[in-house]
């Protein structure tokens, strides 16, 4: 059964980048099948969808997010990533990354989630 | 950005209850919608994809209809496990869009 797992620095200061990284297991991110995504969602708020990439390198970003961010992958490493520069605290939030099935689209694996805390 | 909301926003019910939720896209999405569970310091879980399949492994009394802009979530008959939120989501165009939430606690 596929697992995803976030990893990155908690803490991030102010104006400075966010960057988290997404291993895949039990599955390769080359099949092609899936598109590979990043979710946030700050304290007690709801879920923020905030990009997702294909294989090829192919990316979406969420508009209001979409200057700032950065959604790459690594097929060697079985990761893919995400940057998220300039941040200030409204950035804080926990990060998901997920599993896009090209058929039907609906993340469905989903990572434990990784909480980012901007802060000086 | 297509708007989602969800009514209503909180509602409380016994074990064995019947529950609707409901969620209403600001355009028309087809059927390109999903639910999910989520619970306290956990990542969501899919419950139902393309507004009505039941995604593998998740019970049965749970159940999705809908298409275009009006969908509903029924639980047929509450269980203590499902004191959750539930969230849709359309992934019809970008950005996808989540909806506000439903806490569904014990009455």
């Known amino acids: 059964q596929v697992q995803l797992q976030e990893s990155g620095p908690g803490l991030v200061k102010p104006s400075q980048t966010l960057s988290l990284t997404c291993t895949v297991s039990?599955?390769?991110?080359?099949?092609?099948?899936?598109?590979w995504s990043w979710i946030r969602q700050p304290a007690g708020k709801g879920l923020e969808w905030i990009g997702r990439?294909?294989?090829?390198?192919?990316?979406n970003y969420n508009p209001s997010l979409k200057s700032r961010v950065t959604i790459s992958v690594d097929t060697s490493k079985n990761q893919f990533s995400l940057k998220l520069s300039s941040v200030t605290a409204a950035d804080t939030a926990v990060y998901y990354c997920a599993r896009d099935p090209i058929v039907g689209a609906t993340p469905d694996y989903w990572g434990q989630g990784t909480l980012v805390t901007v802060s000086s | 950005a297509i708007q989602m909301t969800q009514s209503p926003s909180s509602l409380s019910a016994s074990v064995g209850d019947r529950v609707t939720i409901t969620c209403r896209a600001s355009q028309g999405i087809r059927n390109d919608l999903g639910w999910y569970q989520q619970k306290p310091g956990k990542a969501p879980k899919l419950l139902i994809y393309?507004?009505?399949s039941l995604q593998s492994g998740v019970p049965s009394r749970f159940s999705g209809s809908g298409s275009g802009t009006d969908f509903t979530l029924t639980i047929s008959s509450l269980q203590p496990e499902d004191f959750a939120t539930y969230y849709c989501?359309?992934?019809?165009?970008?950005?996808?869009?989540f909806g506000p939430g439903t806490k569904v606690d014990i009455k």
């Open positions: 989501l359309q992934d019809y165009n970008y950005p996808f869009t």
């Open positions: 039990g599955g390769s991110i080359s099949s092609g099948s899936y598109y």
């Open positions: 990439i294909y294989t090829s390198g192919s990316t």
């Open positions: 393309a507004a009505s």
